[in-house]
């Protein structure tokens, strides 16, 4: 098989990019190992920032997202038992869309369907070779259990965070850039009306919870537990008796409650690989770099690189220059490092570490209330958290 683009990894940003690639006539093929029926049940987080909405809406994807999707001006941060509404719009003038980042992937692989895209579900990678060359090749084997090889100009590795293309550079020459947290999140989904009209992103003493939404019948909540957590043995009645008594307060909030048909333990990790490219091998979204989940960035961070890359492919085949294809790595790493930054704030100052050191714990609230006491501070996580601008 010969193509110009070949992209590893069927996910949100290997499809993105391909659908972009396609619709400027750059021809590319995506091969993936999962089904399609695997990864839209991979339950992922369901905020888009305001850019993501415009790559979708402008590429001719955001039929769902703008009928299903919900705009949310703002969320709440709440602490010490207090609620304290951040308004996006009034602060930075930008909303963020509710929508689950796994509708994202069925719209887009119902979009490359449409086009005529060659994609290729079940379908593992087995070999990258010749990347430091101007020809490239992968090897995969399909569903049906052939073996194929493709021939191509760029290879993409979009193949998330247990990246495989990643593993083929080279030792020399690259860094890697991680850190572990000392939790995880328990994620559920239940058939319940909605609890409040935005997302609540809460610091209590027994740890963060996160109150989030899918529709006005099914809700998405989180609340921080240990990585060995057995979802076995949390009943539904102990579930919403520790989310409850983690957005306990004088204000006698209330969660709204209801069957709980989806449990999970999500690890996360901080992770940045440096540089995100090696001769014409290029990693987007998780393949390249992780945040934990709070705040969301970690599509719209994929979604972000997608960007970059797609200008500077857009760019060689226009013009024979690879001028911007050599810049892609520094570029889309400026935006990744303060994702990882607000990933990691917001993380660690809502979370309470099992044991915490009770100075860390107060420290926490401190930086909590110097934040949502000031319009600066609002201002700071407004801008973050609905998506800096694409420079
Ligand atoms: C969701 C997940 C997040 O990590 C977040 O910060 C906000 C929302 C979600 O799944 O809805």
Redo the contacts with the bound molecule.
């Keep these: 098989l010969k193509t110009k683009v070949g992209i590893v990894g069927g996910g949100p940003a290997g499809l993105m990019l391909s659908h972009l690639l396609a619709k400027n006539g750059i021809e590319n093929i995506v091969v993936e190992a999962r089904d399609h029926e695997t990864i839209h049940n991979t339950h992922?987080?369901?905020?888009l920032e305001a850019q993501a909405v415009k790559m979708l809406v402008e590429s001719g994807v955001g039929g769902r997202v703008l009928s299903d999707g919900y705009e949310h001006s703002g969320i709440d941060l709440r602490f010490n038992g207090e609620s304290h509404p951040l308004d996006f719009t009034g602060l930075v003038g930008a909303t963020v869309t509710?929508y689950a980042q796994n509708e994202v992937f069925v719209d887009l692989a119902a979009a490359r369907k449409r086009d005529g895209g060659d994609v290729r579900f079940s379908s593992e990678v087995t070999a990258l070779m010749d990347l430091e060359t101007e020809t490239p090749k992968f090897r995969f084997t399909d569903a049906a259990g052939t073996e194929l090889e493709v021939h191509c100009d760029i290879l993409v590795g979009a193949d998330g965070s247990r990246s495989f293309c990643r593993r083929q550079i080279p030792d020399t020459n690259r860094q890697d850039f991680k850190i572990e947290y000392p939790f995880a999140w328990f994620g559920i989904l239940a058939k319940a009306p909605k609890s409040a009209r935005e997302?609540i992103y809460a610091n209590s003493p027994h740890g963060f919870a996160?109150i989030?939404?899918r529709s006005e019948t099914v809700q998405?909540m989180?609340f921080q537990c240990d990585p060995n957590e057995n979802v076995d043995d949390w009943s539904e009645d102990r579930i919403w008796s520790e989310l409850q008594r983690r957005v306990d307060g004088p204000d006698g909030f209330t969660l709204k409650t209801g069957n709980i048909f989806d449990k999970t333990v999500l690890k996360f990790r901080s992770f940045v690989r440096e540089p995100l490219s090696h001769g014409r091998l290029f990693l987007i979204g998780d393949a390249g770099h992780t945040v934990p989940?709070?705040?969301?960035k970690g599509l719209n961070l994929a979604f972000a690189d997608v960007l970059v890359l797609f200008e500077a492919l857009d760019s060689f085949y226009a013009t024979k220059n690879d001028a911007l294809l050599r810049g892609y790595s520094d570029k889309a790493l400026r935006r990744v490092w303060k994702a990882q930054n607000f990933s990691y704030w917001m993380t660690s100052m809502l979370h309470t570490p099992v044991n915490a050191d009770p100075f860390m714990a107060r420290r926490a609230l401190g930086e909590l209330d110097t934040v949502a006491s000031s319009r600066y501070g609002q201002q700071y996580l407004a801008e973050s958290y609905t998506g800096w601008p694409h420079s």
């Design positions: 992922r987080a369901g905020i509710l997302l996160l989030s939404q998405r989180y989940p709070t705040g969301a």
